[in-house]
């Protein structure tokens, strides 16, 4: 179990949101899950605080301004307002959000800087990169494409191929250019700042091999990266750039995932200077403080190696607990603007309550590293069945039972009871599922608390016993009282808004978890009403075609049927035959290396002794026929914007039913343009027809 036992203050951070973008419901897993772990802390008396900032710094940063045609502040100024306001919609509470933008994060950064170059930590080798003539700008990472060297695969990022998962340098690429300029970038040398972080392997091992409380599958994760071979780490960056200079240079600056886990601390300095604290002095080199980080897996090595190597080496504490937690995927695949899965975190307010989000991820979060799949059918199916016909309903029946015949009152309760003994069991074990970020297993038990007072006043049959002995049924609902009360505080973590609402029903301000007890043995409520309402089923709008980006590897005669081909395409995790009619308009050669689309939910069949296991589109105008086909990555989803693409098996007498056609040279289905993700389809030598 995390335990906080001895240990006077707490800060708790999530990684901090870049500042170029609008924030979504993926980003929204760990925030949710950070506010709920500290907003436990807080109820059980700790004095946590949750501190967080906007990650400002980075070509990413300067090159999305001058789209805009505005300055980086002025960027980061706007995009911090409207990641503030979302995260309060969906009430998210931060001690402290800041920005790494910041005097104190220079100020910190220059101060640890200086502490590993006095430890001889640091030095500098001269680093061959691309440069942008046109743009006057070295080029990162993901600002050149060009050829992968191992597979030659087009369009593929300077550090890694989407197609074959080579890792590379990027001037490895073969037919390299600029995605700012489009222009070939030139070779240049410049001499580059390192942090030795391979000297510090074994020491970063000890770390993690002695602390028990770190997950163990993200430990034994990282030290096998250590057992590899830790690489230093390039900590400059050439200018021009949008981020802090390092001290004693003119164009050379802290490359931005060096001053982006400062702003921790810089963040938690910005909530002292308000209350009288240091920063340092009373929790970043304390002892009598313990650091959280929740982070997502894929900036796991960053956190486990590049910043706890930072910190110790400067003479700061390292993190205590590290809370990792998977990626978010969407009706079981990655969020798609094609597909209608991706949603920010204002389109989905204006669909459902935020705090039905929060429960969803709740009861899906624990200390596992285990990706969470929002599926909206089950999310609409947990709202109502979990929270509003049991939570929900036992809140508003016990409540309005008591309101209506009794004038909200009650002035005993039953004797303790084995019900009581098991209620106050399960709340010690939400305690400890709290503590451990276990949050499915808080949820699992607050369900059966809910299912329990449930039954409890199912079983009583209030109804029918009001007329024998009302007495009595006061006492049953003196007692459902002091389960809701109970539930309330339990689930205030998770649903804070649902919590007000209750506690003003209840007309009991002030709950706390000292308050999680039956000893609320008279009591009047204020006026009550429904706490949840239930979500209308929606008439959910289905793709029914599974489509992907196949590349075509091999093309051959059908050997019995003249009119028939046979093709062996990759559609990226597996390989397919389909055997399809010829095209006059094309040659066998010319279908090898082509990427195009493959119904992959089509049934299979067998076509004069030979299977085919998906069927291409093409376009027909009654004339001509063209490939539909597309440069996105091969084994990339195809759907339609605003619908949800279907799983179900289909036949080609459905197929042919669909409404899909060729308008201007692109495909559509219901007058709605079929994409693979950002990337445009084209249907080859045909401008209007139907797609077959």
């Known amino acids: 179990m995390i335990s906080f036992t001895g240990k006077k203050r707490i800060v708790v951070t999530s990684a901090l949101p870049y500042a170029n973008g609008s924030i979504h419901i993926g980003h929204l897993v760990e925030y949710i899950q950070t506010d709920i772990f500290v907003r436990f802390l807080k109820l059980i008396g700790e004095d946590a605080i949750y501190c967080c900032a906007d990650d400002t710094h980075g070509t990413p940063i300067s090159i999305k301004a001058e789209e805009l045609g505005i300055s980086p502040e002025e960027l980061i100024e706007k995009v911090s307002k409207e990641h503030q ?75 890694v191929c989407e197609k074959c998962n080579a890792t590379y340098k990027p001037i490895d690429l073969v037919k390299p250019y600029s995605t700012v300029s489009g222009e070939k970038p030139i070779r240049k040398s410049s001499l580059h700042y390192f942090f030795k972080l391979s000297e510090l392997a074994p020491k970063l091992d000890k770390w993690l091999s002695s602390n028990e409380k770190l997950q163990p599958e993200v430990v034994n994760y990282v030290r096998n990266w250590i057992k590899e071979g830790l690489q230093d780490w390039d900590i400059s960056r050439d200018g021009p ?36 604290l240091d920063a340092e002095k009373d929790y970043w080199k304390s002892k009598d403080s313990q650091i959280v980080h929740f982070i997502g897996k894929d900036i796991i090595y960053f956190h486990y190696l590049f910043w706890p190597a930072m910190l110790s080496e400067s003479g700061f504490n390292l993190p205590d607990y590290l809370v990792t937690h998977g990626f978010l995927t969407v009706n079981g695949e990655k969020m798609s603007k094609s597909r209608g899965t991706f949603f920010t975190a204002k389109d989905f307010l204006k669909r459902y309550h935020p705090e039905y989000l929060r429960y969803y991820y709740a009861r899906a979060l624990s200390r596992k590293m285990a990706d969470i799949d929002l599926d909206f059918a089950d999310f609409r199916s947990t709202v109502n069945n979990e929270l509003v016909a049991n939570i929900g309903n036992f809140c508003y029946r016990a409540l309005s039972f008591l309101e209506k015949n009794y004038d909200s009152s009650f002035d005993s309760i039953e004797e303790e009871s084995e019900l009581f003994g098991e209620i106050i069991k399960l709340t010690e074990e939400i ?48 007692s459902c009282v002091n389960i809701v009360k109970i539930l309330g505080i339990l689930i205030s973590p998770v649903l804070p808004g649902f919590f007000e609402k209750l506690k003003k029903q209840l007309d009991l301000p002030s709950l706390g978890w000292k308050d999680v007890n039956f000893e609320l043995t008279s009591h009047k409520l204020s006026k009550v009403s429904i706490l949840f309402d239930k979500i209308d089923e929606e008439e959910e709008k289905i793709f029914p075609l599974n489509l992907k980006v196949a590349e075509v590897f ?21 390989k397919r035959q389909v055997v399809a009619g010829k095209f006059k308009e094309y040659s066998l050669d010319d279908f090898k290396g082509k990427k195009i689309v493959l119904v992959t939910n089509l049934k ?22 063209g490939l539909v086909s597309t440069d996105a990555v091969v084994g990339s989803p195809i759907g339609v914007e605003g619908y949800t693409t279907g799983t179900a098996q289909v036949s080609f007498d459905s197929f042919k039913k669909l409404d899909l056609k060729v308008k201007n040279g692109k495909p559509y289905y219901n007058n709605t343009l079929l994409k693979a993700g950002d990337k445009e389809l084209v249907v080859e030598k045909v401008k209007d027809g139907i797609i077959r």
């Open 431 to 478: 305690k400890t599922d709290y503590h451990d970020a276990n949050f499915k297993n808080v949820i699992q038990k607050i369900s059966a608390i809910g299912s329990l007072g449930n039954k409890y006043f199912q079983d009583n049959e209030p109804w029918k016993l009001i007329k024998e002995d009302k007495e009595k049924v006061q006492r049953i609902l003196g």
């Open 554 to 574: 091999e093309v051959k005669d059908h050997p019995n049927a003249d009119k028939l081909m046979i093709l062996q395409v990759n559609i990226g995790n597996e």
């Open 241 to 276: 750039y949008f981020g802090f200079k390092i001290p004693g240079e003119e164009n050379k600056y802290y490359y931005v995932w060096l001053d982006a886990p400062i702003g921790y601390i810089s963040s938690t300095q910005n909530y002292c200077k308000q209350h009288g």
């Open 85 to 159: 306001e979302d995260f309060k919609s969906f009430l998210i509470e931060f001690d402290s959000y800041y920005s790494t933008n910041s005097p104190e994060n220079k100020e910190y950064a220059d101060k640890i800087f200086a502490a590993l170059k006095k430890k001889d930590l640091i030095y500098t080798k001269e680093v061959e990169n691309f440069f942008d003539e046109k743009q006057g700008r070295f080029l990162p990472d993901r600002y050149v494409k060009g050829e992968c060297p191992k597979c030659r695969a087009k369009d593929q990022y300077g550090d």
């Open 604 to 625: 299979y069949a067998k076509l004069r002794g030979e299977e085919s296991q998906g069927m291409l589109l093409a376009g027909d105008d009654g004339k001509t026929e």
